[in-house]
Nanobody
């Protein structure tokens, strides 16, 4: 099992930036992928970004492409999500998740953090 702790959420005005962190511990060697997902009130959890621990391959949902950047620090067992040019529709609880499969589907991830709230005001 992998333990994940997110941090870095907060309240920001539209056009602003936030950097989310996801610190991993435990059986990190058992995973290859970290995904970022978000869930807004009344909506289903949706894919935001994913990154491979080993290769660094990453990609993004169309809604955040060009604005969000996912990176990793293998030495620190940490993954980051830099979010620029934030929009009110980015408001949600953001989760990081770990799994073996580099997937866009939440069900493919076994371990989840507790989430961090991101609120973007207009």
């Amino acid at each position: 099992q992998v333990q994940l702790v997110e941090s870095g959420g907060g309240l920001v005005q539209a056009g602003g930036s936030l950097r989310l962190s996801c610190a991993a511990s435990g059986r990190t060697f058992d995973t290859n992928a970290v995904g970022w997902f978000r869930q807004a009130p009344g909506k289903e959890r949706e894919f935001v970004a994913r990154i491979s621990w080993s290769s660094g391959y990453r990609d993004y949902a169309d809604s955040v492409k060009g604005r969000f950047t996912c990176s990793r620090d293998n030495g620190k067992n940490a993954v980051y999500l830099q979010m620029n040019n934030l929009k009110p529709e980015d408001t949600a609880v953001y989760f990081c998740a770990a799994g073996r499969l580099l997937s866009v589907n939440a069900r493919d991830y076994n371990d989840w953090g507790q989430g961090t709230q991101v609120t973007v005001s207009s």
